[in-house]
């Protein structure tokens, strides 16, 4: 689950990261009274869920109440187009106004879970304000790392050597490791996938501060974090997979043509290759699930359905624990109640399968029944043009 910026900086100030000062506003009239509190220059920052806000206008600096409240008016209401959007972009409802600082130096400090060695690993680079993806990519030596131990996590030597191994100078190494240290319990306490402050910045001063701090949390663990599922804006996410979230189907929204409903997570991504394969393109991930009953067969086509660049739907079931009598019995029923006029391609395996094939045959309803993975992606590619 994602969150906003001004919300994971609450977060992580809780846990000693330090922040500049700042806060939400929703109006004009809340972002011109939080530059007033503030004084002097502020900057006023489009709150979404991507990266690349300041590339699309989604950032303004203003030198005072009044250059707040006019950067506010045109951010406010804006649809911001970035590279992490898409071209639709996001509506921005919500804006952080917050203190600038003099800044000395841009750096990099994020974790993740490394799942080649199965531990978090703290990342620090010198060269903050960019992608680090880009980075990456392109200069590798400038991203040093260190692993978390389970039950330890960050120890003090392990964060003066990113420290210094960034550039911080002597004299706000300790301000560093404290950061760090922060940042860490907050990850590991919080449950989150992600934790991620780019810039992070070193100050005229000798200041060390989360310029900016982007925040994933792991979904399974939420139930552990009640306050933190609160924070959930549904108007970030696509709105097909929130109504999937409501039935408990795992839908993630893609941008092909051919639908796909398939029961098991490794069978959906197999559906997926496979239809690539034979020239398509897939439409969403849908796992329905080995218990899936009638009522959420039907919600999953209602949602597959309502995507427009939907052509065709491929149906891939192996009937283990769903039956595929069961699985026929719920196609059948969400045709007609639906009225789907999409081409419907199915392909079952398992469990009373020809049973299952006898019931989509006589319900006189215009089914292709493929056999085999191969066929069924082939039928169904021809099928959606």
Request: proline share 3%; with cysteine; hydrophobic share 45%.
């Amino acid at each position: 689950m994602k969150i906003h910026e001004y919300q994971a900086k609450e977060i992580l100030a809780k846990y000693g990261v330090p922040v500049p000062r700042g806060r939400r506003a929703l109006t004009v009239e809340e972002a011109r009274n939080v530059a007033r509190e503030l004084g002097g220059k502020v900057v006023v920052k489009a709150q979404i869920h991507a990266g690349g806000r300041g590339k699309g206008g989604g950032v303004k600096l203003a030198a005072g109440e009044e250059a707040a409240a006019e950067s506010a008016s045109k951010i406010l209401g804006m649809t911001l187009v970035t590279h992490q959007t898409g071209p639709e972009g996001r509506l921005v409802k919500a804006l952080l106004v917050e203190e600038t600082l003099p800044i000395e130096k841009e750096l990099y400090l994020g974790i993740v879970l490394d799942r080649a060695v199965g531990k978090p690993v703290v990342m620090a680079s010198s060269a903050g304000g960019m992608e680090i993806e880009v980075v990456a990519a392109k200069t590798p030596e400038l991203i040093l790392k260190e692993t978390i131990e389970p039950g330890l996590g960050l120890s003090a030597w392990q964060a003066r050597k990113l420290a210094f191994g960034i550039g911080i100078p002597a004299a706000s190494v300790g301000a560093a490791v404290k950061t760090m240290t922060a940042l860490v319990r907050a990850y590991l306490e919080m449950d989150m996938s992600l934790a991620e402050i780019n810039p992070l910045v070193l100050t005229a001063g000798g200041r060390v501060v989360a310029l900016d701090a982007k925040v994933n949390f792991d979904d399974n663990a939420l139930y552990r974090h009640k306050e933190v599922g609160e924070l959930r804006d549904l108007n970030e996410e696509d709105p097909l997979e929130v109504e999937a979230s409501k039935y408990g189907l795992n839908y993630i929204k893609l941008d092909g043509n051919v639908a796909c409903m398939v029961n098991g997570a490794g069978l959906a991504m197999a559906t997926m290759d496979i239809i690539k394969y034979a020239g398509g393109s897939p439409a969403n991930f849908l796992d329905v699930g080995g218990g899936a009953n009638q009522e959420q067969i039907k919600n999953a086509f209602h949602i597959l359905l309502a995507d427009p660049n939907v052509k065709a739907v491929l149906i891939n079931i192996f009937g283990g624990i769903l039956r595929c009598d069961t699985l026929a019995s719920g196609v059948v029923a969400a045709a007609r109640e639906l009225n789907v006029q999409h081409p419907i391609v199915i392909r079952m395996e398992g469990t009373n399968v020809e049973l299952g094939r006898r019931i989509l045959k006589e319900s006189g309803l215009n089914f292709t029944v493929a056999e085999g993975m191969k066929d069924a992606a082939e039928k169904v590619v021809a099928l959606a043009g």
